[in-house]
């Protein structure tokens, strides 16, 4: 566990460097936000509750199951400004039920404010360098909610249909395409465009025109031409590769209303970075403006760093007897040499990359 926390540790502060050289500044929120703000948002949680407690003054509180509600709610822009902010947090919820809650590390960032080109382009640009920091041979993979949601809605199908083929489209699923959109009287065209969609993958620059030609009214034309935008300007901030378009990732309609994506990286099953964009959150909070983010969920990166053998320190130090001020001398001279030290009198069941022995006068004997 020792080199997993060191490693994960490393990738925070590695994080928060290439946060601040564009501009991010550090947000910290309190453990605890009233309870009304997720309540009334619980579409915007990812799965799982909150954990929650009266205060003192009789309020409803939660134990903070998100960031991104915090700061949306606690940060606004002025007129003509943007807000950037970096945060490393834990959050404490239940994604599986069956476990009970659980605490959660992220790190990631939020920009509010006008949301155009470039400011899309440099979020999805720092979540692709945030992939790469933990493993080179990332994928982040791009959709566009305002794409998938205008073909839909040229089905003509009702609002419960509506999330029955966005669910379908998410789950890359033909067969639930047509069963939803023959319930609500859709067929034809429009139905083969929305099952061609869903299985659409690959390089985003070289899927481009496919997207054109699959266009049908001004909301997907509006989500090609921001998507074409987003490949110039990833283009010119240095990013080719590892991005592909994967219309199958889809979020919530009430609150993600563009580019929606998410990051994975070789031996971890699941998404390690997970954002989009949520104006419409804003818009429900009562505030002026677009926000895109992301996070980054570095507890997952435990499966990645803890695939090879793990130590309790480098150097196991034996006492063995020997004064204090000799077993001092001898772990600072290991701590000094950029190595970590655990010392004990015998050798147990410790695991150490070596043994070594502090001599009388405070020198070092390994012993293996």
Same mark, same amino acid.
């Given at each position: 566990m020792?080199?997993?926390?060191?490693?994960?540790?490393?990738?925070? $502060?590695?994080?928060?460097?290439?946060y601040?050289?564009?501009? $991010?500044?550090?947000?910290r929120?309190?453990?605890f936000?009233?309870?009304d703000?997720?309540?009334?948002?619980r579409?915007f949680l990812?799965?799982?509750? !909150?954990i929650?407690?009266?205060?003192?003054?009789?309020?409803?509180?939660?134990?903070?199951p998100?960031?991104?509600?915090?700061?949306?709610?606690n940060?606004?822009?002025?007129?003509g400004?943007?807000?950037? *902010?970096y945060?490393?947090?834990?959050?404490?919820?239940a994604?599986?039920?069956?476990?009970?809650?659980?605490e959660?590390?992220?790190?990631?960032?939020?920009?509010?404010g006008?949301?155009?080109?470039?400011?899309?382009?440099?979020?999805? $640009?720092?979540?692709?360098?945030?992939?790469?920091?933990?493993?080179p041979?990332?994928?982040?993979?791009l959709?566009?909610?305002?794409?998938?949601?205008?073909l839909?809605?040229?089905?003509?199908?009702?609002?419960?249909?509506?999330?029955?083929?966005?669910?379908? *489209?998410?789950?890359?699923?033909?067969?639930?395409?047509?069963?939803a959109?023959?319930?609500?009287?859709?067929?034809?065209?429009? #139905?083969e465009?929305?099952?061609?969609?869903?299985?659409?993958?690959?390089?985003?620059?070289?899927l481009?025109?496919?997207?054109?030609?699959?266009? #049908?009214?001004?909301a997907?034309?509006?989500?090609?031409?921001?998507l !074409?935008?987003?490949?110039e300007v990833?283009?010119a901030?240095?990013?080719?590769?590892?991005?592909?378009?994967?219309l199958?990732?889809?979020?919530?309609?009430?609150?993600?209303?563009?580019?929606?994506?998410?990051?994975?990286?070789?031996g *971890?099953?699941?998404?390690?970075?997970s954002?989009?964009r949520?104006?419409s959150?804003?818009?429900?909070?009562g505030?002026?403006?677009?926000?895109i983010?992301f996070? #980054?969920?570095?507890?997952l990166?435990?499966?990645?760093?803890?695939e090879?053998?793990t130590?309790?320190?480098d150097?196991?130090?034996?006492?063995?007897?020997?004064?204090?001020?000799? #077993? !001092?001398a001898?772990a600072?001279?290991?701590?000094?040499?950029?190595?970590? *030290?655990?010392v004990?009198?015998e050798?147990?069941?410790?695991?150490c990359?070596?043994?070594a022995?502090?001599?009388?006068?405070?020198?070092l004997?390994?012993?293996?």
């Open positions: 020792h080199d997993i926390l060191r490693q994960e540790e490393k990738t925070v $502060y590695a994080l928060r460097a290439l601040s050289r564009y501009g $991010y500044r550090p947000y929120m309190s453990k936000e009233e309870y703000l997720y309540a009334n948002n579409s990812p799965e799982g509750g !909150a929650t407690f009266t205060d003192t003054n009789g309020r409803l509180m939660a134990l903070k998100d960031v991104t509600l915090s700061i949306a709610k940060l606004s822009p002025a007129r400004e943007s807000v950037r *902010v945060y490393d947090e834990s959050v404490y919820r994604p599986d039920r069956q476990l009970g809650f659980q959660i590390t992220q790190a990631g960032l939020e920009y509010l006008e949301v155009d080109a470039y400011a899309m382009g440099e979020v999805a $640009y720092l979540a692709a360098r945030s992939l790469e920091i933990i493993e041979e990332y994928a982040l993979e959709s566009h909610m305002g794409f998938v949601t205008g839909i809605d040229a089905l003509d199908c009702g609002a419960a249909a509506k999330a029955e083929l966005l669910r379908a *489209v998410g789950s890359r699923s033909e067969p639930g395409i047509r069963a959109a023959g319930r609500c009287g859709a067929a034809g065209a429009p #139905v465009r929305l099952c061609r969609a869903a299985g659409l993958y690959g390089p985003l620059r070289r481009i025109g496919e997207l054109r030609d699959m266009s #049908v009214n001004a997907t034309e509006r989500a090609v031409r921001e !074409a935008e987003l490949c990833l283009d901030l240095g990013i080719t590769e590892h991005i592909n378009l994967d199958s990732i889809t979020s919530d309609m009430e609150y993600y209303n563009g580019l929606v994506f998410k990051g994975y990286v070789p *971890v099953p699941t998404a390690v970075l954002g989009g949520y104006d959150l804003l818009t429900k909070l505030k002026q403006g677009g926000a983010g996070a #980054v969920y570095l507890n990166l435990e499966r990645l760093y803890g090879g053998k130590y309790d320190a150097v196991l130090l034996l006492a063995d007897g020997q004064p204090g001020t000799a #077993v !001092a001898a600072r001279s290991i701590v000094d040499g950029g190595e970590s *030290v655990l004990q009198r050798r147990g069941r410790y695991r990359r070596r043994t022995r502090a001599t009388a006068e405070g020198r004997e390994y012993l293996d």
